[in-house]
């Protein structure tokens, strides 16, 4: 296992300084950033090590880093820094999950003692996770891409099979359908889990200093550049470079990219120096890069460096059978994060759910799913954008298939419960799911390993 790493985040550049070195004199290994929002580009679920930050800072703030680094992985120690005043916001954090609080000024000794504590819990949980693993136990994939029909068990099966590997992944999927949790979870079941995952939107980049973002400067090399700056992709060093949107990626600057991915170096804005890249490129795209190429907005040779594997993501609409169950698991997640009770979901409301196209996917599914959580109601069908139906006869042929559709999933695809349910003989079942086209095997049974 690497060495433990202390992330120390505080925007007081002195203090920060002087803490790092302290830090760095008891013998650890300290990476110290200004801002909370660098500090996200090292946590994942593999992070070995612990999270030092100060609360009152400009953008994002410590109560908030702590909160975003628990939705990536709860176990992962986080030390708050508080000023006299914050004391009792530093408990209320200990209440929702801080690892522990100092207050300013603190001894150096001090907060040396608790980074050491917390890191040797930190390393006991991933060695526990690391026995259990060997013992066979699974990988939360499923939990992050669920779904029993034939396309998600291919889904998690292709993505088990590349993630050891360091081949770069073309992502293709409709808004919503999961892309950036797809690429996180490649890289958090990959040997480089451990190390940077970089996030780059590629629609959102200034045209500006584009590459000054992705490649680094060197001092003097444009007006401004008062200091050396590394970019993203040397940033992430050892790790993974998501690439969001590529085929928003300007023309010119995709040429550059494809060097970078042919040669793995980079060279900084001002420099002759080529550095060596360790990483791993994921690009995502929700139009087709083919038909880009074709239109000539696309380079055909960056397209071939990146598609080596090709994972396509399918919409809601192609999986309809798995709307109910997983609305059921959304349900279950916007009750805990807003620390509600447990909710009951009609059934009528299930198949109304499955009956639904949901244009904007599982995005569009988690909105509706906090809607109901918070009491708002489910969305009016014409919001979601699906067609109306005219006829009587097809109308109540969708709402029997959902109402069957979703009890399948809920029994796990024992028909069963589901004729008694019901109240209709197993061969009347039998006979409605072959007129609908249901099939238990994709509703509800267990999916072979694929590892």
């Known amino acids: 296992m690497r060495p433990a790493l202390v992330l120390l985040v505080d925007d007081e550049e002195e203090l920060r300084r002087s803490t790092a070195q302290s830090l760095d004199l008891a013998g650890f290994s300290v990476r110290d950033l200004s801002s909370a929002e660098g500090a996200l580009d090292f946590i994942t679920q593999g992070f070995n090590g612990v999270v030092i930050t100060d609360i009152r800072m400009p953008g994002m703030d410590g109560m908030t880093l702590m909160n975003r680094v628990r939705d990536i992985d709860p176990d992962i120690p986080v030390i708050l820094a508080t000023g006299h005043g914050d004391v009792q916001l530093a408990v209320k954090a200990m209440r929702e999950g801080a690892y522990d609080f100092i207050e300013k000024p603190f001894n150096s000794q001090a907060l040396a003692d608790v980074a050491a504590r917390a890191i040797d819990r930190r390393?006991?949980?991933?060695?526990?996770?690391?026995?259990?693993?060997?013992?066979?136990?699974?990988?939360?994939?499923?939990?992050?891409?669920?779904?029993?029909?034939?396309?998600?068990?291919?889904?998690?099966?292709?993505?088990?099979?590349?993630?050891?590997?360091?081949?770069?992944?073309?992502?293709?999927?409709?808004?919503?359908?999961?892309?950036?949790?797809?690429?996180?979870?490649?890289?958090?079941?990959?040997?480089?889990?451990?190390?940077?995952?970089?996030?780059?939107?590629?629609?959102?980049?200034?045209?500006?200093?584009?590459?000054?973002?992705?490649?680094?400067?060197?001092?003097?090399?444009?007006?401004?550049?008062?200091?050396?700056?590394?970019?993203?992709?040397?940033?992430?060093?050892?790790?993974?470079?998501?690439?969001?949107?590529?085929?928003?990626?300007?023309?010119?600057?995709?040429?550059?990219?494809?060097?970078?991915?042919?040669?793995?170096?980079?060279?900084?804005?001002?420099?002759?120096?080529?550095?060596?890249?360790?990483v791993r490129f994921i690009a995502t795209s929700k139009s087709d890069l083919e038909a880009e190429v074709i239109a000539g907005r696309f380079r055909a040779d960056l397209l071939y460096r990146l598609n080596v594997v090709t994972l396509r993501l399918p919409a809601l609409a192609q999986r309809r059978a798995d709307v109910p169950l997983l609305f059921l698991q959304l349900v279950n997640e916007a009750t805990a994060r807003y620390r509600r009770d447990d909710l009951e979901?009609?059934?009528?409301?299930?198949?109304?759910?499955?009956?639904?196209?949901?244009?904007?996917?599982?995005?569009?599914?988690?909105?509706?799913?906090?809607?109901?959580?918070?009491?708002?109601?489910?969305?009016?069908?014409?919001?979601?954008?699906?067609?109306?139906?005219?006829?009587?006869?097809?109308?109540?042929?969708?709402?029997?298939?959902?109402?069957?559709?979703?009890?399948?999933?809920?029994?796990?695809?024992?028909?069963?419960?589901?004729?008694?349910?019901?109240?209709?003989?197993?061969?009347?079942?039998?006979?409605?799911?072959?007129?609908?086209?249901?099939?238990?095997?994709?509703?509800?049974?267990?999916?072979?390993?694929?590892?």
């Not at 109402?403 to 008694?420: D, T, W």
């Not at 349910?421 to 197993?426: E, M, Q, T």
């Open 123 to 278: 390393r006991l949980v991933l060695e526990n996770r690391r026995l259990r693993a060997v013992a066979g136990k699974r990988d939360d994939i499923e939990a992050r891409l669920p779904g029993r029909t034939q396309a998600m068990i291919d889904l998690r099966y292709r993505l088990r099979a590349v993630a050891p590997t360091d081949a770069d992944v073309l992502i293709i999927g409709d808004t919503g359908t999961g892309k950036e949790v797809t690429a996180r979870a490649l890289h958090d079941i990959s040997g480089r889990a451990t190390k940077p995952f970089i996030a780059i939107n590629c629609a959102a980049l200034p045209a500006n200093l584009i590459e000054s973002e992705l490649f680094g400067h060197e001092a003097g090399s444009f007006p401004g550049a008062l200091r050396a700056r590394y970019g993203k992709f040397e940033h992430a060093r050892g790790g993974t470079v998501l690439l969001d949107e590529i085929g928003s990626m300007p023309l010119d600057l995709q040429a550059k990219l494809l060097r970078v991915i042919q040669e793995r170096v980079i060279t900084r804005l001002g420099s002759n120096e080529a550095v060596p890249l360790d």
């Open 345 to 451: 979901v009609p059934a009528p409301m299930l198949a109304d759910i499955a009956r639904r196209d949901w244009p904007g996917n599982v995005r569009e599914l988690r909105n509706a799913a906090e809607r109901f959580v918070l009491g708002l109601g489910m969305p009016e069908e014409s919001e979601t954008g699906a067609g109306q139906t005219t006829r009587l006869a097809e109308r109540v042929a969708e709402f029997e298939r959902g109402i069957i559709a979703g009890a399948l999933r809920v029994s796990g695809g024992n028909l069963k419960p589901v004729y008694e349910a019901l109240g209709i003989s197993r061969k009347t079942l039998y006979e409605k799911m072959q007129k609908y086209g249901l099939d238990k095997r994709e509703l509800g049974e267990n999916e072979p390993d694929g590892t």
